[in-house]
């Protein structure tokens, strides 16, 4: 079994003791945009793969059929993850857009 995708993410960059978080992040290229961008290409490519395995088991191309389950249920719990991320992150939206200044 491969787990190379749940290591996909690019890694955090350190802050660096003279600036803020947003000027460590500007400074390494990266940010929260693209680590964003990155995780829904990420679970766009794996939503693919199984849409591709099943079009191989379907057409009788794969005989392998745990092959075709496992990256149906990888994909499927890769979906569930991001759905949870999004949900904590419009929570913590919201929370913040109600405290008072």
Known sequence: MNINAINSF???APISSGGSA???SQNSGGGFGSLMKDAIESLEGS???ADQE???AVTGESTDLHKTIISLQSADLKFQLGLQVRN???GAYEE???MQV
Do not use: D, N
Request: hydrophobic content about 45%; charged content about 30%.
């Open 47 to 49: 939503q693919k793969g």
């Open 88 to 90: 904590k992150l419009l």
């Open 54 to 56: 099943i079009a191989k």
């Open 96 to 98: 913040i857009m109600r």
């Open 10 to 12: 690019p890694p955090i």
């Open 22 to 24: 947003v000027e460590g």
